[in-house]
């Protein structure tokens, strides 16, 4: 008879936290083996259509990096709060308040051209991010507000006020009444990397934001100060690190990196703002933080493997007839993976076989 | 009775017999082939230092946890406990050592949880008054927990037992939260009961208490056991080696010299606790001065968390005067701020306060010495700094663990609280703060740790320590005052007074204080 | 103003505040065992998406019900298959239950958009739907309104009259002691999470079935997250969920009803619709900035995972 069971450890196992996102990754795929031929489909064409079409060409590859650009800026900033206890999960809104700062620079630049447009956005963006997010900080350390629902409402506020501005003052005049501002100037759009593909400056500036964020938490003595508050709060207080100070940081920081995936959206693929412009970054870049163990190499990788599912759930749409919404099931399947077995970080199973007495 | 003679007739049998009791946990053998017998009518103590595997070997009994291996042959008949349900169906009952008690519940309701089936309420604090007036345990059914003090808890956990008529009631360290006049008046309750035929298991590791309540003793040392004993024919020093192997060490103590200059001063602290359950402080003033250890006595939830939170700037104060710190109004400093003008503090939590239990010894150096002892530079962390210290204080204070990478909840709690003391101690500070450094510490390392104390105040630091333990306060202050209901005694220096006169003084009473003037109508 | 604008108006109010009342109720049990299951959203969204379906297909809105039900429980089986079993953080497998639950539904539910229902006839209490002006509002309304009313005195009584009830809040807060005297605090644990998302599930399925009876995907709108801030508002007692879950359809309501009304008002509309969202946050920085109140009154374990060493 084989009996199962699980012990502490003495020590995390630092092994297992890192095989834990690869195992993770290996069910989600043999989960969708499951799903596609409980759908119907055949499960190897559909793992086919949705994890390999979409890196078949050059090009797919480049859409695949594009993708992958706000999820990595998101994630990142996420995860320094995240690794806090700061439960930053209004990435969505503030992405779309740095997406309407940038805009507001480029549609007030107009067409003047110059090398300063660019960076006036970059700057707009994250602090409109920033700004969005510097709400729930606001009302968590003054009013100790919980900040998981106050940037969750911002979210939707956010969407509601995106709306009324391309509905309303930034309504491009020429655009048939659609809900969008004017396109942008070509000097308000980030430069190319590869021409022919969409892939832009804002992919250089994601691996920087990945580089400082790495040294930010794993060098800097502020970053231990966030690491220890996030794991035992009273040792933070005995220490003498401040807990508002660490709920400013983390919400601002993760607040301006969503604000310049927002504008990298904007002054990138898209050119102008919509009422679309949010499109579940703010939260599948939550799926990504976790996946990618709040660690910016991490990240790095999760964003990728996120990108593959929206890429696939549109490969999906196309060539099997299924929704696109198929990609939020797997990021979801994903994440509820990954928290499993995460369990074998601090517990290991003991399995016992003892031979069954007879009679038994 | 019936019952009575049924125990009577039973009395060659005994109540209850262990064989062979192990219990394997992934990192060690709590208990390891342990045989233990009770007598009906008979007090057994179960005497081990911390760590000796007594608490494992109660909790196999009342079916908390399972024995690897092991029998059990309860009444005659083997059994295996279930869980704590069963135990009590079998008539054990479980006195813990850290309450399992409800806060926001009432006593009435705490009591129903323990008890099967469904009590009829008024019914049920009919049955606990009269319980509590029949052994001298007075409990108000209809308060809340959280209002009572600790020796009241006690008293309802002991009730809650008691309404079950168990046949054995295992007490688990009771007496550690408790005054000495309290602890003679459970003593008497324990009599009583054992008297009407009640088996009791008392653990303990006071070797005094043992020598007069129990009728004989079982020792435990590393989780196996080491000798069986009629407590009144041992002195405490033959059960003491018994206990830990050797004799008890003794830690040297010379003279406190003469004043030194004021290094920590409370004038007039008064302060509200953040904890809704917690003890307000009512106008402290006490100083400590360089080359003294002042101890503070007081049982639990007195105000000493809130005293100490109030010193080390994790509750700061709204303004600067009531607490002054080598001289500096330090009352709204936040603790980084107190530690660079020569605070340490060692808290009574090592895990999760003291120490980040998932972070490296290392990483947990940097917690409080990162400016002390230039651990960042320019905002980053200097690694090898941090690593080198923390392999210093490894070697320095005999901390027994894997290096200075390894996990802080990896080491056992005396090793951990090394570490923590020498991490304060290297750091030379001017004011030293420590809550029960010996708390759940084992015989060798608290006299490490107490000699460590004592070597710090003669090279010129000022320290205060605060303890539940009066025997520790008894062994290495120079002065001592008792903390009660919020309020602080004034000190005594320690040739002019006794344990006696200091547990007349935790129940509140000592001179000059409100309690002391009101008790004469409170009676 | 008319009166059968005051009727109609708080009519709507409770049709309102109905689904808020059950989804926090339930949620209300789970956190008084301790655990904190911020899946409502998701799990409302399931529950829609099943009730939808089952009444598509069946024709009876109640074993709609009952799907939405039965989908809710499973959505927080899985919850508590994370949490209590593989002892994952509950903060982050409560946002993986609502990211997971609002895209499986939207998956599942993509061939029932632009599918309608037959609208739930009102059910008429004889007598006391004859009250003027109260009476058309409060005894002429929708089964589940009458359900969230007899659900609201149910955990009254079982919280505080019960000694299952008891047993609960023993374990949200204190789960080791309540291990210490024989309590499987899992399992108790387990009972109060599938309670709340039952709940979750009814609240989703009253969405899809009888407030607007259709299926759109993210159709919930924050409702699920709502229901837990309301919990919060509530300080954790049951009366004030329902007062607080009014207060919100109140608000709902009436900037629908200023939209709808046509008066001349110089106010965007997307500012009426972020009425009720700015409203919660505003409750929650009323409630939240009293510390005490909240520590008082909140389950002393909430979120905090419990193993028993075996």
Not at chain 1, 246 to 252: A, E
Not at chain 3, 60 to 86: D, K
Not at chain 3, 144 to 172: C, E, N
Not at chain 3, 237 to 247: D, E, I, N, Q
């Amino acid at each position: 008879m084989l009996s199962f069971k699980l012990e502490t450890r003495p020590e995390a196992s630092r092994t297992m936290s890192y095989l834990s996102p690869l195992i993770a990754v290996a069910l989600t795929m043999l989960g969708g083996l499951l799903l596609f031929s409980a759908l119907g489909k055949d499960p190897l064409e559909g793992f086919q259509v949705f994890f390999l079409n979409p890196l078949r060409h050059w090009y797919g590859v480049s859409e695949l990096l594009l993708k992958a650009v706000p999820l990595m800026l998101i994630a990142v900033g996420l995860a320094i709060g995240f690794r806090a206890n700061v439960w930053n999960i209004g990435a969505e809104g503030q992405f779309i308040l740095g997406a309407c700062g940038a805009t507001g620079v480029a549609l007030a630049m107009g067409d003047s051209s110059g090398p300063l447009v660019l960076p006036a956005m970059v700057v707009a963006g994250a602090l409109g991010g920033a700004a969005w997010a510097a709400i729930p900080a606001f009302l968590r350390t003054r009013f100790n507000a919980n900040e998981i629902l106050v940037s969750l409402m911002l979210v939707y506020v956010a969407q509601l006020l995106v709306s009324w501005l391309v509905f309303g003052p930034w309504m491009d005049p020429d655009g048939f009444n659609f809900p969008q501002s004017k396109m942008f100037s070509d000097s308000a759009l980030l430069p190319l990397l590869v021409e022919g593909t969409r892939l832009n400056l804002a992919f250089v500036m994601a691996l920087g934001v990945l580089v400082i964020g790495y040294v930010f938490m794993h060098n800097s003595y502020l970053g231990f100060k966030m690491r220890v508050a996030g794991e035992a709060a009273d040792a933070a207080r005995y220490a003498g690190f401040s807990a508002k100070r660490m709920v400013w940081i983390g919400l601002l920081v993760g607040g301006a990196c969503a604000g310049l995936a927002g504008m990298a959206e904007v002054a990138g693929p898209m050119g102008q703002l919509t009422d679309k412009v949010a499109s579940g970054y703010g939260f599948a870049a939550i799926i990504v933080a976790f996946v990618g163990r709040l660690n910016p190499i991490g990240i790095f990788f999760a964003s990728l493997l996120m990108a593959l599912l929206f890429l696939g759930g549109e490969q999906a749409q196309l060539y099997l007839s299924l929704p696109a919404s198929i990609s939020k099931v797997f990021q979801g399947m994903l994440l509820f993976f990954l928290l499993g077995s995460d369990l074998f970080i601090n517990y290991r199973l003991r399995v016992r076989l003892t031979l069954a007495k007879a009679g038994d | 009775m019936h019952q009575e003679q049924a125990t009577a007739a039973a009395d060659a049998q005994p109540r209850l017999i262990l064989t062979g009791i192990r219990k394997v946990y992934p990192a060690v053998v709590a208990n390891d082939g342990i045989d233990l017998s009770v007598m009906p009518g008979e007090i057994h103590a179960v005497l081990g230092e911390n760590g000796a595997g007594k608490s494992t070997l109660m909790k196999i009994i009342y079916g908390v946890t399972r024995p690897t291996s092991g029998h059990m042959v309860w009444e005659g008949q083997p059994v295996t406990v279930e869980n704590p349900a069963h135990a009590r169906s079998l008539g054990i009952g479980m006195v813990f050592q850290h309450f399992s008690l409800f806060e926001t519940l009432t006593v009435l309701e705490n009591v129903a949880l323990a008890l099967p089936g469904k009590p009829d309420m008024s019914d049920l604090a009919r049955r606990i008054e009269s319980v509590s007036k029949r052994y001298g345990l007075p409990v108000d059914p209809r308060r809340h927990v959280h209002a009572l003090s600790v020796g009241e808890r006690q008293r309802v956990e002991i009730v809650r037992c008691l309404l079950q008529n168990p046949r054995l009631l295992i007490m688990d360290e009771p007496t550690s939260v408790l005054t000495p006049q309290a602890v003679r008046k459970l003593f008497e309750t324990l009599r009583q009961l054992a008297s009407e035929g009640c088996s009791i298991l008392y653990i303990s590791h006071k070797l005094d208490e043992i020598q007069e309540l129990c009728h004989s003793a079982t020792v435990l040392r590393g989780g196996k056991v080491t000798g069986a004993c009629i407590p009144a024919e041992e002195t405490p020093k033959s059960m003491a080696r018994l206990m830990i192997g050797k004799d008890l060490p003794a830690c040297e103590h010379t003279a406190a010299p003469a004043d030194g200059e004021i290094r920590l001063k409370l004038d007039g602290l008064s302060q509200a606790s953040i904890d809704p359950f917690g003890t307000d402080l009512k106008n402290l003033q006490l100083e400590v001065r360089s080359g003294e250890i002042v101890g503070i006595a007081g049982v639990s939830g007195n105000g000493q968390a809130e005293l100490l939170a109030a010193i080390s700037g994790e509750a700061p104060l709204s303004e600067k005067g009531p607490v002054q710190i080598c001289g500096n109004a330090a009352g709204r400093l936040s603790p980084d701020q107190r530690r660079q003008i020569g605070l340490c503090f060692v808290p009574e939590e090592r895990l999760g306060r003291g120490a980040v239990p998932s972070m490296a010894l290392s990483d947990n150096a940097i917690l409080t010495a990162a400016v002390s002892k230039g651990l960042v530079r320019h905002g980053l962390i200097d690694f090898r700094a941090a690593k080198a210290f923390a392999r210093e204080c490894i070697a320095r204070f005999n901390v027994k663990c894997a290096g200075p990478a390894a996990q802080a909840r990896s080491l056992s709690g005396g090793n951990l609280q090394k570490y923590i003391m020498g991490r304060e101690i290297m750091q030379a500070p001017k004011l030293l703060v420590a809550a029960q450094p010996t708390w759940g510490v084992d015989v060798g390392a608290s006299a490490f740790i107490r000699q460590q104390i004592i070597d710090l105040r003669n090279a010129g630091c000022a320290v205060l320590v605060v303890s539940e333990e009066l025997d520790e306060l008894f062994e290495i202050c120079d002065r001592i005052a008792v903390i009660a209901d919020g309020r602080l005694s004034p000190t005594r220096p320690l040739a002019e007074t006794s344990v006696e006169d200091i547990g007349v003084w935790m129940s509140g009473m000592w001179p000059g204080s409100e309690s002391a003037a009101t008790s004469t109508s409170n009676q | 103003m008319e009166q059968s604008l005051i009727t109609s108006m708080l009519f709507a109010t409770l049709v309102a505040g109905t689904p808020l009342i059950i989804v926090a109720l339930g949620e209300l049990i789970t956190e008084k065992a301790g655990v904190l299951n911020l899946g409502a959203e998701g799990t409302m969204a399931m529950g829609a998406v099943a009730a939808f379906a089952a009444t598509h297909y069946t024709g009876n809105p109640y074993l709609g019900v009952l799907a939405g039900m039965a989908a809710g429980a499973l959505m927080s089986l899985l919850f508590g298959l994370l949490t209590l079993t593989l002892m994952a953080n509950q903060v982050a497998s409560g946002l993986a239950l609502t990211i997971f639950g609002v895209g499986l539904s939207a998956f599942v539910g993509k061939p029932f958009e632009s599918l309608t229902l037959p609208a739930v006839p009102a059910i008429r209490i004889p007598l006391l739907a004859d009250i003027p002006l109260l009476g058309p509002a409060l005894f002429n309304q929708q089964s589940l309104v009458y359900f969230s009313w007899a659900l609201l005195g149910g955990v009254i009584w079982f919280l505080y009259k019960s000694r299952a009830g008891l047993i609960l809040r023993a374990v949200g807060e204190s789960p080791s002691s309540a291990h210490s005297i024989g309590y499987s605090v899992i399992g108790i644990r387990y009972l109060a999470t599938t309670f709340g998302g039952a709940m979750a599930g009814i609240g989703g399925a009253f969405l899809s079935v009888f407030y607007t009876p259709l299926w759109v995907e993210g159709m919930v709108s924050g409702r699920g997250w709502i229901a837990l801030a309301l919990v919060v508002f509530a300080t954790w007692r049951p009366l004030r969920v329902m007062a607080g879950a009014y207060l919100f359809g109140g608000v709902m309501i009436s900037q629908l009803f200023i939209q709808g009304s046509g008066l001349q008002i110089e106010v965007p509309s997307q500012l009426l619709s972020a009425l009720p969202y700015l409203a919660t946050i505003f409750v929650l920085v009323l409630i939240s900035r009293n510390q005490q109140t909240i520590r008082l009154n909140s389950p002393m374990s909430l979120g905090q995972p419990y193993r028993p060493d075996a």
